[in-house]
Structures are given as C-alpha cells and as structure tokens.
C-alpha cells in the first residue's frame, strides 16, 4: 500500500510539472510572436532594446515563481506525508484532496486570444527592463502602436534626424549658391564660366552683333601672362576666339567672371606664337565694361565701311593661315556684307568705288580658296563668278572655277576656264600641270565612250588586230634591213668598179 502511495505521488507531482511548464511554454511562445509583430514596425534603435531581452532571464524568473506556486506546496506536503505516521486511507484521502486542490488550481487556457500568461512580478520586471514599444505593460499586447508612445530612443533618434536635416539643408543651400555663380557653357567641361563680381542684370546681357568692350587678362595653368588687354569686337562674328563670343554672350553689363577654357576653344593644336604652346588650357578674368547697339550700315561713311570689311578680310586671313576654313569664310562673308551694298556705292565716287570692289574681289577670292579645301565645288563657282563679274581675266579666279568644275567631272567646262587661265600666264607651272591632268582625263573619257558605243552597237574590236607597239617594232625591223641591203649593194658596186680599174 505504501508503494502504491508513493506511485501516486509521484504521478501527481510529475503532472503538475508538466502542466506548469507546458503553461510557461505557452506564454514564452507568446512572448516570443509579440516581440516578432513588434519588431516589425520597430526601426533603428528600438530594435536593439527589444534584443536585449533574453528568454534565460525570464526563464530564471520563472524559476523564482514556481517556488511559491501550488504544485511546489503539493511536493512538500507530499513529502511530509510520506515521512509522517499517517495511515494509508488518510494518506490515500489526503492525496486525493491534494490532487484536487492542484487540478483546481491550474489557470484556465485563453486560445488563440492574446492574454498575458505572464505572471504579475514577471510582467512588472519586463515591463521596467525594456521599452514600452513591445507593448509588454498593457492587458493586450501590440496594441498600442509604435508611434504613438514616444521613447528615448525616439527623442534622440529625431533629434539626430533634425540635426542632419538641418546640416544637409545648409549644405544643399552652399551647394546651390555656389552652382549658380559656376557655369558649364557647353556642358561638356571644357568650357567653365565662374562669376566673380555680379552685374546689373540679365537685361544688360549683350545680343548677337552688338558691340562688346572686354577687360581681358589671361595666363596658361602655370600662371604665366599672356593677354592683359582691352578688346572691342562684334559679338559672334568670329573676330575673336571662340571662347570669348559664347562667355561674352552669357554676361552682364559690370559683371567680371573667371572663364576655364580647353585649347579647342582658344588657340587650338597651333597655339600663339611666342607665348601659348600648342594644346594649352588658358585661364582668363573678364570683364564686360560696355556694350553698344552695332549701328546701321547705312549710317556708316566710306572709310568706317572700308575698315570693318578689312579687319574682317585680315581675320579671315588669319583663320585660313590657321586652316580653320569655316571659321574663315565667316570671316569674308561678314566683309562682304559690309563692303558689296550696291544703293551705298551708287552714291561714290570712282575711286572710293574701285577700293571696295578690289577688297570684295579679294574676299571673294579667298573665300573660294577656302571653299576648295572643304569640297564645296557649288560654292566655289558661286564665289569665283563674282569675281570675274568685276574682273573678267583674274586668272586665280579662273583656275579655281576651273578646279571646281574638273571635280565635279564637268571637264569641258574645267579645260575651258584653264585654257583662258593659261593664256594670260602660260608660264605657270601649276596651270599647265591643272591643264595636263584635265587633258588626260578627257582622253580616258572619250575612249570610255568609244568602248560604250562598241557595246552598245555590237562592234567588236578585230582580235588579230596587231597592237600599236607591234607595228611600231615591226616597221624598226623594215628600216634595218633595208638599210643593210643598201650597205652591201654599195660595197659590191665599189669593189666591182675598183676592179674594173685596175684591170
């Protein structure tokens, strides 16, 4: 019987420790998914607090509350009975009010609702240790949110955030007061533009064809002098380097800037004898000091006219010596267009008149040179027609139609040209040369035509047909015998009458 009592005991105690740590699973798998739906919606540092919490302590807490528990009083009463006098039916009475008095102190399971199983002293101490984002000190967890209990965590984490903010903002303001006083031209950073001193307004900025004035100072990367100057020019005629025209076009009247420029855009490949080597980056100050409205052509006297169109002529020059043949043909046009108005030399005297047409001669002589080097044949004859309106036998006129019209394949009108080129200087070697190559180039034409018309006609050249260099070797042969068997008729005639003689 004492056997059979000790057994029961013992299925009681094992039982009530399973039911208490089947409870404690329950509510540490309850703990553990509303951590997880907290962590969730948790960010930065509130997700280290809630790390910081580890199921060893709360399983050691656990420990401290099973202590005071019934099913610890049920073991202890167990054993006092088992040590005690008593007789086995009170014995047997005793366990089975005890076994009762545990099953009715077992708490109820609440599933699947969320309600704490947590035990008071371990919900306080949880609650005290970690951040109230877990929700841990309200009945029903997670249903307070995140954001609507602000934490410590949170008033650093905003303050670090509005101090950021506030040095990114000023950073981003630096950035954008800076960015607006620098400029990339072109957009390729080969042109850069940095305003130094502002001017009066975006009103005063110059417009095509205005007249600028330039304070000019320029040096090479290894700050060596090379410009300290003022310059006057038309806007965007090409009177002076690229790199001027497009700065000057983005500033305003009073304004001093700092332009970077690549040598594509100042003195290219060539450079500028004695002081800018060839492929050199320059960096200039400029200053817009005044802006002027170019006046009317019409307003303008024979001597303002004659000088534009001449320092334009020169300009040209320049750029054609550098083979920049675009930039030189806007050169001479924009002379042109100054110099040839035919309502405005109606009214001049011859001489003044003779002046104008030699330098428009000259331009438009030069232009067609240009225009050769860059294959513009159209262009060419244009130019060259102009001239020989004025000057009927400009023999550089001449021969540059002629040119044109040879590579367009036109070659009766190229030998044309070249023969009245030719006639008034047949000394020229390069006339003569032009003349011959057009010559040979007829001459293959034709016999392309005749070879076409043979086609054409079904004619087929004889095969047996000897060749003009066999005729030419058979007919040598001809002479040489001939000229043999004249030989030794002759020197049989003279022995025949020397022995006649002597006999």
Known sequence: METLTNVSLSETTQKAKETSVQEFNISKDIFETDIINDESNVLGEKQKVVESVHFSDIEDLSKEHFKDTPESHTVENANTVISSDTSPKELETKTDEDSNEDSDSMPD????????????????????????????????????????????????????????????????????????????????????????????????????????????????????????????????????????????????????????????????SLGREPDIPKDSKLIYILELLRVQQAPELSSLSFEERLKIGESKRERGNYLFGRSDYTGAINSYNKAVKVLVDPELNAGLDKTSHSTLVDSSVKCYNNMAACQLKIDAFDAVIRSCEKVLASETNNVKALYRIGKAYGAKGEIEQAITFMRRAIKLDPESKMLNQEMLNLTRRKIKETKTEKELYQKMLGVKPTQNQPSDKKKTRNSKTFIKWTVAAGVVAAALVSVGVAFFRTS
Request: negative net charge; aromatic residues 4%.
């Open 109 to 268: 399971l609440i599933w699947p609702e969320k309600k704490s199983k947590i035990p008071t002293d371990l919900r306080s101490t949880l609650s005290s240790s970690t951040s109230q984002d877990t929700g841990f000190g309200s009945e029903d967890v997670g249903d307070t949110s995140p954001d609507e209990i602000p934490s410590k965590t949170d008033s650093l984490t905003s303050g670090s955030q509005d101090t950021m903010d506030s040095k990114l903002t000023t950073q981003t303001e630096d950035s954008e007061a800076e960015d607006s006083s620098v400029m990339d031209i072109l957009g390729n950073g080969l042109l850069i533009k940095k305003i130094l001193t502002a001017g009066y307004g975006i009103d005063s900025r110059p417009t095509n064809g205005d007249i600028v004035t330039l304070k000019v100072e320029g040096r090479r990367e290894d700050g060596r002098l090379v410009d300290n100057e003022e310059i006057t020019f038309y806007l965007n005629d090409g009177d002076v380097i690229l790199a001027f025209d497009l700065a000057a076009a983005l500033m305003e009247q009073g304004e001093k800037c700092e332009l970077t420029t690549d040598a594509k855009y100042a003195y290219g």
